[in-house]
Structures are given as structure tokens and as C-alpha cells.
């Protein structure tokens, strides 16, 4: 099945500064990788997602990039401010071959003001 | 709040005993799926709904577990003779009917925190 790898595991940031966070897939069926923010308490919340035809996509301050090639994706986050403190998962999903989401372990994301 | 509706959010019990849990799906959402995450870890998948239908299992669903979706809208997941091993959060996510070449994009609820004692 699918693996699912991400780094680093923790990350603290100044205010305003960027924060970079980085996913390995092992399935190249895999053609769909949402990004899920989890604040304390909160059940995960899609805040970016890309599909494997696309290599860049942006959402104002978020931007996420796809190496399919690589099989690596990264999130991209610039300007960070206290409220983007979180716990951010990245995921694969092999479209149709499967339904699941295969999580990665997580980035514990401190923004310093 | 249209969200995914988990119940109860936090369960307490002893070692031995019967828990279930209950997911509202999105209105309109036909798939529906079980997570479960433990403490700084990603979710793991449990299994899945197609309408009333259940198509994939994980291996993590012992015959404890079980779920259910009777009406194709909530769902229950019971756990049988709890274990320690079992405290985790239960995540229920919903997607809306899979139209070709679309996003399986999934909503999660807030989940419920079982802790057993």
C-alpha cells in the first residue's frame, strides 16, 4: 500500500517569516494530495489540495508543488502569522483505485510572534 | 452548522466494556469513512461507506469493531470489550457522490476522544 512520509515533524517560525513543509509518496498511482490543517481539539480541516496533473497550485499566503516525477509535494506557507500554529498533515489518495487517504505523521508548526 | 456531526466528543470507559460512536455525515454526502488517530500520529484509516454499502476494511478493524450505515446517512461505530490499545481519536469524514475525473475530497468532523481506562 501506500507510505506516506513527512518533515520535519516539528517547526517554529518567527512571525512573517515562511514555513516549509515536505511529503514523500511511494504509490505513483497516487493522484490526489490534500493538505489538512488540525488545531487542538478540532478534527482536521483540507486547506490546500492538488491533483497530479497540476504542478503548482496557490491560495493566497498557502501554495503547495507536486514532483510526480520525485514523488515529493511540499507546502508552502509565507507571511505565517500566530493564528497559522497548528498541526498540518499532508495526504495521498489513490484516486481510483481506492478511497482511503494515506496520512502522514504530521508537522507541529509554532509561529513566534 | 452544516459540518460533519460526530457524538458523543469525549468517552470515558472502563477496560471490557461496549462503546459506540455516531457520525452525521454532510447532508447529501453518499460516502463516508472512519479514521482512527492516535496521539502524534496521522489518521489511520478504518473503513468505508458507499451509501448503505461497506467496501473496504482495514486491517486495524478487528472483529470488535463494527460499523454501520443502515440508511445510507449516519453511521455507528461500536467497539467491543475495549482494550487500552483502543484510545484514540475516532474521525469520521464525508464526501459527496464521486463524479468522473472529480477530487475525493473528504470532510472531517471534530471526532470522538475514547479513553479507556
Known amino acids: 500500500g501506500e507510505n506516506v512520509e513527512q518533515h520535519p515533524s516539528t517547526l517554529s517560525v518567527q512571525e512573517g517569516d515562511s514555513a516549509v513543509i515536505k511529503c514523500t509518496y511511494s504509490d505513483s498511482a497516487s493522484n490526489y494530495f490534500p493538505w489538512y490543517k488540525q488545531e487542538l481539539g478540532k478534527g482536521p480541516q483540507l486547506i490546500i489540495d492538488i491533483r497530479s496533473n497540476v504542478g503548482e497550485k496557490k491560495d493566497q499566503r498557502i501554495a503547495v508543488t507536486l514532483n510526480k516525477t520525485a514523488k515529493h509535494f511540499s507546502l508552502h506557507i509565507t507571511e505565517t502569522q500566530p493564528e497559522d500554529s497548528a498541526v498540518y498533515f499532508c495526504?495521498?489518495?489513490?484516486?481510483?483505485?481506492?478511497?482511503?487517504?494515506?496520512f502522514g505523521t504530521g508537522t507541529s508548526l509554532t509561529v513566534i510572534p | 452548522d452544516t459540518g460533519v456531526s460526530q457524538d458523543p466528543r469525549h468517552k470515558i470507559t472502563k477496560r471490557g466494556q461496549n462503546v459506540t460512536f455516531r457520525c452525521d455525515p454532510i447532508s447529501e454526502h453518499n460516502r463516508l469513512y472512519w479514521y482512527r488517530q492516535t496521539l502524534g500520529q496521522g489518521p489511520e484509516f478504518l473503513t468505508y461507506f458507499q451509501n448503505e454499502a461497506q467496501l473496504e476494511k482495514s486491517r486495524l478493524l478487528s472483529d470488535r469493531f463494527s460499523a454501520e450505515r443502515p440508511k445510507g446517512s449516519f453511521s455507528t461505530l461500536e467497539i467491543q470489550r475495549t482494550e487500552q490499545g483502543d484510545s484514540a481519536m475516532y474521525l469520521c469524514?464525508?464526501?459527496?457522490?464521486?463524479?468522473?475525473?472529480?477530487?475525493?475530497?473528504?470532510?472531517f468532523g471534530a471526532g470522538t476522544r475514547l479513553s479507556v481506562l
Open positions: 495526504a495521498a489518495s489513490p484516486g481510483n483505485t481506492g478511497n482511503q487517504f494515506y
Open positions: 469524514a464525508s464526501s459527496p457522490p464521486r463524479v468522473r475525473e472529480a477530487k475525493n475530497i473528504q470532510y
